[in-house]
């Protein structure tokens, strides 16, 4: 333990600071950064929703590189904290060699499995809340075009617009969604001016509702939409606000409830399997003020059917994930 | 002599710049409010003062001085290769299929075979932009940059659709058989009652790089061919006059340039990962520029520049780990040393050279 009381000396000398608890909790952000507007945000907001509720402090770090993701797992585990909550399925692989050696810190892992005893694994369905969307944007089109930016091109951003394009059609069978990809490299998260120029080419295809699942990206999406005068669904956060009147809806991953509630677990946390769905509140669409003109009666009549269908199992959206394909263009 | 010592040349106008760099970057962590000195401690303390510290800043050490070298080898022949990046990841992709389609016995020939494997991936993906160069006479900077986006384009494609295990997320490859995995630090250096470099990512591939820079200073400074691609450099008109075939050196030096950078990925892929992930490269072969720059292209300097930037990435992680320093001013500090040791060389030389002159004026 000599290491450990050598770093725990240091760590106490320099940091800034004081009065770190022992069992604070760890938060980990991807590399997209915590203030994405959208999935990492909301982590973060989860996590400060708690800080505030209790008045109690957690520690948190921005991830600049890859091999950073083991050390910051090993350093906050080897500092006492705990549940140490980490977002991104990147993570993924390298939990699953850490979590064995550290048998009393629990692990929480937004968006991927992890098989281990000490590890929470919360994993939501979005495909169903891209098809409640979807839905509402087919519904909301004059044109009968809807466009689907997504950020990088990666299964899970497929999943996004497998499920989209499965509401606009459940809706209007004839309808053409334009799909567009941000780019190959993790820079296509934190791309607006890429958004932005994807927006513009897609309005020029017809398109009148965009749906960007895209991190950072979506931001230039909102923004073009809104200063063009179409409409756009935001992603992850409730991102009505940022354009109001001009954004129809958002599709909510309530990542902030998943780590609000690991943080108030604590030590208690309960480990397994987590499905977040429309079913048990993990997914949906944003409604307020901001949208409320928006949203017809129709349409909200429609997309709570669904969703009533979804969580009864009468209606299943396929997952894109389940095999790699998408039963619908 | 109109010179300034080689001593100073060396050792005095780095150090200048690096203190320059310290100085503005504590300016920059006082105008956040925090306390430069405690963080300067809190980066020596995180990247040289504990062993698992030096096993990362060792590891990123080892990919720059691949990279660093790759910059510094075309250099001599006056190519300016910022392919790096592309180059190392397709050189992953090489290290991806040996060790995922071969069943090694034992990780030191899987080692050498994915060394092998990195080395041609690699050497192939700046061949292109080299033959461009020698016999189109498209510019080596513009082919090679682009050629960045197009192996990040090419590597998303395959590990999206051909090497991505059926139903995961990541955009990676399967995890590497237990024969090919290297020997960490870790299990080389500790002891059942002393552990070293616990969790750190540094691994045998060290080893390898050190060769890499003996290997290299061999080549440049000691063989016929080594000799061709300086002359070339210096002049390709004389170089032309002297009986050197300016095409076939331009191309082998660029060559060997791919192949070193497509080494890294030994590193990064076989030696941490144990898996390709898509962005396992993460800018080292940018930095390969500023590494070779600072180490005037010479193996030894490329070595102390790597262990430098390899400080610095280390010392920075544990910044952004227990201060509230945001990464993004992390950032602008290893860009400040990039800027003062790389860039503004000569703000730093000049004035230094006119002291040493008046200096000797003086004397004499």
């Known amino acids: 333990m000599t290491l450990m009381q050598k770093f725990l000396a240091s760590a106490a000398a320099a940091t800034l600071c004081a009065g770190a608890a022992v069992a604070e909790p760890a938060l980990i ?107 509402m944007a ?83 999406v909102l923004q073009t939409a ?104 | 002599m109109d010179r300034m010592p080689a001593w100073a040349d060396a050792v005095l106008v780095p150090l200048i710049s690096l203190l320059l760099a310290a100085f503005l970057s504590a300016l920059v962590i006082i105008a956040i409010g925090e306390n430069p000195i405690d963080a300067f401690k ?48 397709i050189g992953g992709l090489g290290v991806a299929l040996v060790c995922l389609y071969i069943p090694w016995p034992h990780w030191s020939l899987a080692l050498l075979g994915s060394c092998l494997g990195a080395a041609i991936f690699g050497a192939a993906w700046a061949l292109i932009p080299a033959y461009l160069q020698a016999r189109r006479g498209s510019h080596i900077v513009i082919t090679t940059i682009m050629f960045n986006f197009i192996a990040a384009a090419f590597l998303n494609y395959v590990l999206v659709n051909l090497l991505r295990p059926v139903g995961a997320m990541d955009p990676a490859t399967a995890k590497f058989p237990e024969a090919t995995h290297l020997p960490t630090f870790q299990d080389m250096f500790s002891t059942a009652a002393s552990p070293m470099f616990r969790g750190a990512p540094a691994n045998v591939t060290f080893f390898l790089a050190l060769l890499a820079c003996l290997l290299v200073w061999l080549l440049i400074w000691r063989t016929r061919l080594g000799y061709e691609i300086r002359a070339l450099g210096h002049s390709e008109p004389a170089a032309r006059y002297a009986g050197i075939n300016p095409v076939r050196t331009v191309i082998i030096a660029m060559l060997i ?41 010479h193996p030894l300097g490329v070595l102390l520049a790597a262990m430098l930037f390899g400080f610095l990435y280390q010392g920075g992680a544990e910044l952004a780990l227990w201060t509230n320093i945001p990464r993004e001013l992390i950032v602008v500090i290893q860009a400040l040393v990039i800027l003062f040791t790389g860039a503004l060389d000569n703000m730093v030389r000049i004035p230094l050279e006119r002291i040493f002159l008046a200096f000797r004026r003086g004397n004499s």
């Open chain 1, 29 to 135: 952000f991807d590399l997209g950064g915590k203030f994405d507007k959208s999935f990492n945000e909301a982590a973060f907001a989860g996590a400060k929703r708690w800080a505030d509720e209790t008045g109690e402090t957690f520690r948190e770090i921005e991830l600049q590189s890859e091999a950073q993701r083991e050390q910051a797992l090993r350093r906050f585990a080897e500092n006492g904290n705990n549940p140490i909550v980490m977002t991104g399925f990147a993570f993924g692989n390298v939990l699953g060699e850490v979590a064995p050696d550290y048998p009393d810190t629990k692990f929480a892992i937004i968006d991927m499995v992890v098989d281990a005893p000490n590890v929470r694994s919360v994993v939501f369905n979005e495909h169903e809340g891209s098809y409640l969307v979807g839905m």
């Open chain 1, 138 to 220: 087919a519904m909301a089109s004059e044109s009968g075009t809807v466009g689907f930016i997504g950020g990088m091109d990666i299964p899970l951003i497929r999943k996004f617009a497998c499920g989209y394009v499965q509401g606009v059609k459940a809706v209007n069978p004839d309808a053409t969604v334009i799909q567009n990809m941000t780019g190959t490299t993790p820079a296509a998260w934190n791309d607006p001016v890429k958004g932005s120029e994807l927006t513009k080419s897609q309005i020029s295809q017809g398109a009148d509702v965009v749906y960007a699942a895209a991190g950072g990206t979506g931001v230039g």
């Open chain 1, 226 to 329: 809104a200063d063009e005068g179409i409409l756009s669904v935001g992603v992850d956060s409730n991102q009505n606000y940022l354009h109001p009147g001009k954004v129809l809806t958002s599709m909510l991953k309530r990542v902030d409830n998943a780590v609000y509630d690991a943080m108030t677990a604590g030590t208690d946390l309960e480990t397994g399997i987590n499905v977040m769905g429309v079913a048990n509140g993990g997914i949906g669409y944003a409604m307020d003020d901001y949208n409320a003109e928006l949203i017809s009666e129709e349409m909200k009549a429609a997309a709570d059917e669904a969703a009533a269908k979804i969580s009864s199992g009468e209606l299943t959206v396929h997952d894109y994930m389940s095999d790699n394909a998408c039963p619908v263009e």
């Open chain 2, 42 to 89: 809190l980066m020596v303390d995180g990247a040289l003062m504990r062993s698992s510290g030096w096993g990362y800043t060792l590891y990123y050490a080892t990919n720059f001085i691949f990279t660093g070298l790759a910059v510094a080898v075309a250099f001599h022949a006056r190519m300016f290769n910022i392919g790096g990046e592309g180059q190392a990841m």
């Open chain 2, 257 to 297: 340039s791919g192949g070193l950078a497509g080494l890294m990925s030994v590193n990064t892929t076989q030696g941490e990962a144990e898996r390709l992930i898509l962005n396992s490269i993460e800018g080292a072969g940018f930095i390969g520029i500023a590494v070779a720059l600072m180490g005037r292209n």
